[in-house]
């Protein structure tokens, strides 16, 4: 399986989230499954491609060409494809793979997921997307969510499109056994 896997790029973390990250990574690459990022040498990108790395994975990388500047892509990918702008990165990141996984991170990473996210609520994919909640990081955009479902400016629907884990093994175990259709938008109606 290809995973598109999401993630910050600061390397100014808390060692957890890196530490998950390569973990994540790394049984990845032990399942056989290959990364697909945006290419990032450094965060929890930088995490997930060395741990795929460590096990020998395949690893696509895709980033604008004004990124290619002294360590900030990741320099042992399979493949990488440079790109003129981020909207082009994430059409071929979304064309490349199988499956979406949204690890800790910032602005960039909020956006790629609620995209796909939107995307998957109209229709667009029946990707599986799953969220590795490190140290409880996502819990605040969990109960975010919640509150726009009870407020009635979601559909409750829209939150059985994603699952959230703590843990890579089980967020993994998910992926290989889920059976994802596209959402239906009777479903998604928020009544």
């Known amino acids: ?10 390397s100014a973390l808390d060692p957890v989230y890196p530490a998950a990250g390569e973990r994540l990574g790394a049984e990845m690459a032990r399942r ?5 990022f945006g290419g990032g040498a450094n965060g929890l990108m930088g995490a997930v491609a060395r741990g795929v790395s460590s096990g020998g994975g395949e690893i696509l990388g895709v980033a604008p060409g004004f990124f290619n500047v002294d360590g900030v892509l990741y320099d042992r990918c399979t493949e990488f494809i440079y790109t003129e702008t981020m909207r082009e990165r994430k059409q071929i990141m979304e064309d490349r793979s199988d499956a979406v996984v949204m690890t800790p991170g910032g602005i960039g990473t909020f956006e790629e997921f609620f995209e796909m996210l939107t995307l998957k609520q109209l229709g667009r994919h029946a990707r599986p997307i799953a969220v590795l909640n490190t140290a409880g990081y996502f819990d605040e955009l969990q109960a975010m969510l919640e509150t726009a479902v009870h407020q009635r400016f979601m559909a409750p629907a829209t939150l059985t499109l994603y699952r959230s884990f703590a843990e890579p093994e089980p967020l993994l175990d998910y992926l290989e056994n889920v059976r994802e259709t596209a959402a239906k938008p009777e479903k998604m109606k928020n009544i």
Do not use: D, E, Q
């Open 1 to 10: 399986m290809r995973i598109c896997v999401f993630g910050a790029s600061s």
């Open 32 to 36: 056989g499954h290959s990364l697909v």
